[in-house]
Nanobody, 128 residues
């Protein structure tokens, strides 16, 4: 199995940037879907970005929620088995706990119920 640990959260003002990291251990992130989800208080878990990581250095697919397109970028460092979420032009509505998740086969990339492996989350707070 794979263990996931997120980091990089914090508090910034609207318009600022943060980069979240998702580090894997126990197994690599190759040949897996890896996604970032977020959950605000009182709301369900929302998928924001996903990427499929093929063995080696090739990323063959990325997907983004409409709410973050053009502002968030998901990427990977294959050598470190780490996935990043670069978040720019942050808005107060981006405030949430952010989680990374991974699994081998995921038909609906933003359905949290389809992912077996989860990190503990990192808090992102955006002030206006």
């Amino acid at each position: 199995s794979v263990q996931l640990v997120e980091s990089g959260g914090g508090s910034v003002q609207a318009g600022g940037s943060l980069r979240l990291s998702c580090a894997a251990s126990g197994d690599t992130l190759s040949n897996k879907w890896v996604a970032w989800f977020r959950q605000a208080p009182g709301k369900g878990r929302e998928g924001v970005a996903a990427t499929y990581l093929l063995t080696g250095r090739i990323t063959i697919s990325t997907e983004y929620a409409d709410s973050v397109k053009g502002r968030f970028t998901i990427s990977r460092d294959g050598a470190k088995s780490t996935v990043y979420l670069q978040m720019n032009s942050l808005k107060p509505e981006d405030t949430a706990m952010y989680y990374c998740a991974a699994d081998v086969r995921v038909v609906d990339r933003f359905n949290p119920g389809l992912y077996a492996y989860w990190g503990q989350g990192t808090q992102v707070t955006i002030s206006s």
